[in-house]
């Protein structure tokens, strides 16, 4: 069998043994979800939100944290991989030097895909609205693969080239602030400071969150959508390049 694929299948293997990336931002977005829509929820009943509730407006939430909890799953393996002695052995051995990078992140991508169908299904039993129905989940995969492309390529990338255990939080821990200066828990109706305003239309998170919401309640118009495909295809092709990169500047 061709090495290449066998590096992904064992990365895949790997991290079904153990999944402790991705079960913990599986975790972390029910935990969000369930505590904010407990806290604030009250808030749903406002005209604002539609008739739809909170639940449906906040759900973005949990497709978003849930791919920067398991991020950090490609570095992860490679860190452990570089401590252990056997990425050392893999990079003298005959395999393409982007299949090391890429074999991480193909397992990475496919359990945020996997969590996130699990996380909408969740949604879908406790009343999450999905305006377009099964269009509307392809959608919100969609933008997921695009979101989690993007955090595990920079996430790999870092890794590659510092060799250092502490650089596979570095993407995650740079994206959360992102979080609180975007529409994450009201729409840019109800926030006052003109400022978080002023931020979040430069924000990307923005326009993942409401493209999300385009999908799901509907309160959100489809140009947030759009931009939000647009961005985010740019970002995967960089971090994508980033990461292939990368590959040339290990540090073993």
């Known amino acids: 069998m061709n090495s ?25 977005s029910l935990f969000f979800l369930i505590v904010y829509n407990a806290g604030i929820g009250g808030v749903g009943s406002l005209d604002i939100f539609a008739g739809k509730g909170y639940l449906s407006f906040l759900f ?11 991020s950090a799953g490609a570095g992860q393996t490679l860190n452990a ?3 252990s002695g056997y990425f050392k052995r893999l990079y003298f051995s005959p395999a393409s030097r982007w299949a090391l990078v890429i074999a991480p992140m193909i397992a990475d991508i496919l ?32 933008l997921s693969l695009l979101w989690s492309v993007t955090l595990s390529g920079f996430s790999a990338g870092i890794m590659i080239r510092t060799g250092q255990h502490q650089s596979a939080a570095i993407v995650t821990n740079a994206v959360f602030p992102l979080l ?22 430069g924000n990307p998170v923005t326009y993942i969150l409401e493209g999300c ?14 931009i939000a495909i647009i961005i985010f295809s740019i ?7 980033f990461a292939l990169s990368s590959a040339r500047k290990m540090k073993i």
Not at 116 to 142: D, P, Q
């Open 4 to 28: 290449n694929i066998l590096l992904i299948r064992r990365a895949i293997v790997k991290l079904i043994k153990q999944p402790s990336a991705p079960l913990m931002g599986f975790g972390m």
């Open 60 to 70: 973005p939430i949990a497709i978003i944290s849930l791919a920067m909890g398991s």
């Open 81 to 83: 991989d570089m401590q």
């Open 111 to 142: 359990s945020s895909l996997f969590f996130t169908a699990i996380l909408l299904c969740i949604g879908a039993l406790f009343g999450v609205t999905f305006k377009f129905g099964m269009l509307s989940v392809s959608g919100l995969l969609l």
């Open 180 to 201: 609180f200066l975007s529409t994450t828990f009201l729409p840019r109706e109800l926030i006052t400071a003109k400022w978080l305003l002023t931020v979040s239309w």
């Open 213 to 226: 919401r385009y999908l799901l309640a509907g309160t959100s118009d489809v140009k947030f959508f759009s």
């Open 235 to 241: 970002t995967t092709i960089i971090s994508l390049s």
